[in-house]
């Protein structure tokens, strides 16, 4: 049956309900509107589970299908961000969102869905994304998609080498890049075959990306008085969603000193599949009700060991950008980026280690950016030029999501 009008939704409100009594329906129908020309590959389409469930009452994540318009079963996802919820009616009250994807081409400007259900048990779909803590190698957080995977370092690996040992101690915020040639998971390979192997590539890519004590690529932190002031190693992890096509967890800084002011931050990642870029919202607590100015930043000279580099840095001021482009000698080129929607008029700085992208925050209020890296070797992105194109287009989905309208039937 087709529902009166009111009942009809559009995602800009995030509100649907159905009328007390109302019989099921036998599908749900989401319209998604694009107003770009370019091309959206990899776009994640989500729809609040509520209204899925208003749609179809009791739908369970192990009885939708999520079709496009040519009837191909789509792989979709279903988030819990609180894990501690209960769901006694087992109505869907702990779910999220509903996830799926859609490659939008060139001038596209709709595209139709459906969610029905099924009486036969919809199994899971093969995973592009991955997060997880790595206690295994001085709790390293590693996470990935079918794209690129980075790293970024625990307490294990801050705390002080015991006396006569040989362990590795480093300090720092940073953010790692692992550069990938294939689409499927290495993090799990990588880390059992050991740093003497992922230090080379041999076919599935390569960790040659340098942190150090810099802010890797989209490390934060806070810039007063001419001076950056960041945190060190991550003191708690916690992992919300895993696939097929998100990941998102969160990543716990404890406090430390910014020119006389206690800060400490909560970032949390959003991994999609089919991105060279992650999101992350980063919120800050600090005393006070006036705002901060934080750097989110690029290490200058990130380049492999060895390497005869030359880097450039780029202020994209129309796409609220910072973009680098390292050209090695041996190891291919890659590219490296932080779009900060945040800026307003974007501003930007340095200190002698880093370039950065500033913007205000305000204490407990989350702060979003979108750090992205590409590897010529990778095969998607083979040249500096179209990696600042790419970063343009990026910011263009940014600025303009796309619309979801949703109607019951």
Not at 274 to 302: C, E, W, Y
Not at 304 to 332: H, Y
Request: aromatic content about 10%.
């Amino acid at each position: 049956m087709t529902l009166p009008a009111r009942f009809h939704l559009s995602l800009c409100a995030f509100a649907v309900t159905l009328a007390t009594g109302a019989a099921a329906a036998d599908r749900l129908t989401i319209t998604v509107t694009n107003d770009l020309a370019i091309a959206r590959p990899a776009e994640t389409i989500a729809v609040p589970w509520k209204s899925v469930n208003d749609a179809l009452p009791h739908a369970g994540v192990q009885h939708i299908v999520v079709k496009d318009a040519t009837g191909r079963v789509l792989p979709h996802q279903v988030t819990n961000v609180a894990p501690e919820a209960k769901d006694p009616q087992r109505n869907g009250v702990a779910y999220g969102e509903l996830l799926f994807q859609h490659d939008f081409a060139p001038g596209e400007k709709t595209a139709t869905f459906t969610v029905e259900p099924s009486e036969a048990v919809t199994g899971p779909f093969p995973t592009k994304v991955f997060a997880r803590i790595v206690p295994e190698r001085l709790d390293d957080f590693a996470w990935e998609n079918d794209k690129v995977a980075h790293r970024t370092y625990g307490p294990a690996l801050a705390a002080p080498a015991p006396a006569g040992s040989d362990k590795e101690v480093l300090k720092t915020s940073g953010l790692d890049i692992w550069f990938k040639r294939v689409p499927y998971p290495i993090v799990d390979r990588w880390y059992n075959v050991g740093h003497d192997h992922y230090h080379h590539d041999e076919g599935e890519g390569l960790d040659m990306y340098n942190v150090g004590t810099t802010m890797g690529a989209g490390g934060t932190g806070i810039w007063a008085g001419g001076k950056l002031y960041s945190g060190i190693n991550f003191s708690h992890w916690k992992v919300l969603a895993n696939g097929p096509v998100r990941a998102i967890f969160e990543l716990t800084y404890d406090g430390w000193n910014a020119a006389g002011t206690q800060v400490s931050e909560v970032k949390r990642f959003t991994v999609d599949a089919g991105h060279d870029f992650d999101r992350i919202d980063s919120t800050f607590t600090f005393a006070g009700s006036r705002p901060l100015q934080v750097a989110v930043g690029l290490n200058k000279d990130p380049a492999d060991k060895g390497e005869d580099a030359k880097v450039t840095f780029t202020q994209d001021a129309a796409a609220k950008a910072l973009v680098q482009w390292v050209a090695q000698n041996r190891s291919g080129d890659f590219g490296v980026a932080v779009i900060m929607p945040a800026a307003g008029s974007p501003a930007f700085g340095a200190d002698a280690r880093n370039a950065f992208m500033l913007a205000p925050a305000t204490s407990g209020q989350p702060l979003r950016y979108y750090v992205g890296a590409a590897w010529t070797r990778g095969g998607d992105i083979t040249s500096e030029q179209q990696w600042k194109r790419h970063v343009a287009d990026e910011a263009a989905r940014v600025a303009a999501p796309v619309r979801v309208t949703l109607s019951a039937h």
